[in-house]
T-cell receptor
Framework: GAVVSQHPSWVICKSGTSVKIECRSL??????MFWYRQFPKQSLMLMAT?????????EQGVEKDKFLINHASLTLSTLTVTSAHPEDSSFYIC???????????FGPGTRLTVL | DAKTTQPPSMDCAEGRAANLPCNHS???????VYWYRQIHSQGPQYIIH?????ETNEMASLIITEDRKSSTLILPHATLRDTAVYYC???????????????WGLGTSLAVNP
């Protein structure tokens, strides 16, 4: 149990376009999902915390108008990178937390490359 | 900033036990110790967590000192597939989503050698 998927696994886009990444909890309901990004040879950096049915809480320095997060259901959260630029190229990872549970389970990640 | 300190790298021979230390001297009473690992270019994988008692599951054992200021993750018989970066994280296990966030340090890069 506790499987989290992400789609797409990788994406290449042109500068100025928007990209949507989906995160799904496949076999449990996730009241909270987290979005991270990871640059090469660095650790995971939390971008935002998303609770189902409410607005996401963004970490300091993360632009909420650039990284749009929607958590419309208990099994799906989406991250949209708007007007992507090459510096947004990174590995984006989501995690999901079941209500009352201890453990966050992570998706496999999405590799974004902006040309 | 991460609340834990780990050695940047370790080596282990295949088939031997790998003991990965972690210092968390500022841990508070309601915070758990979590261990995750990340194999290159994949999402992190949950390993184990504990509050104050030692824990064991099919993947590993977690030994927490009595004062809770440090812990050790033990992989009893390391294999080549255990080569990964191992992260020790302390976090609250109660409350709303924002109280449950994980702050990641640089972890320990474990190399299991044949």
């Amino acid at each position: 149990g506790a499987v989290v998927s992400q789609h797409p696994s990788w994406v290449i886009c042109k500068s100025g376009t928007s990209v949507k990444i989906e995160c799904r909890s496949l076999d449990f309901q996730a009241t909270t999902m987290f979005w991270y990004r990871q640059f090469p040879k660095q650790s995971l950096m939390l971008m935002a915390t998303s609770n189902e049915g409410s607005k996401a809480t963004y970490e300091q320095g993360v632009e909420k108008d650039k990284f749009l997060i929607n958590h419309a259901s208990l099994t799906l959260s989406t991250l949209t990178v708007t007007s992507a630029h090459p510096e947004d190229s990174s590995f984006y990872i989501c995690s999901a937390l079941r209500s009352g549970a201890h453990t966050q389970y992570f998706g496999p990640g999405t590799r974004l490359t902006v040309l | 900033d991460a609340k834990t300190t780990q050695p940047p790298s370790m080596d282990c021979a295949e088939g031997r036990a790998a003991n990965l230390p972690c210092n968390h001297s500022t841990i508070s009473g309601n915070e758990y110790v979590y261990w995750y690992r990340q194999i290159h270019s994949q999402g992190p994988q949950y390993i184990i967590h504990g509050l104050k008692n030692n824990e064991t599951n099919e993947m590993a054992s977690l030994i927490i000192t009595e004062d809770r200021k440090s812990s050790t993750l033990i992989l009893p018989h390391a294999t080549l597939r255990d080569t990964a970066v191992y992260y020790c994280i302390v976090s609250s296990a109660v409350g709303a989503g924002n109280n449950r966030k994980l702050i990641w340090g640089l972890g320990t890069s474990l190399a299991v050698n044949p």
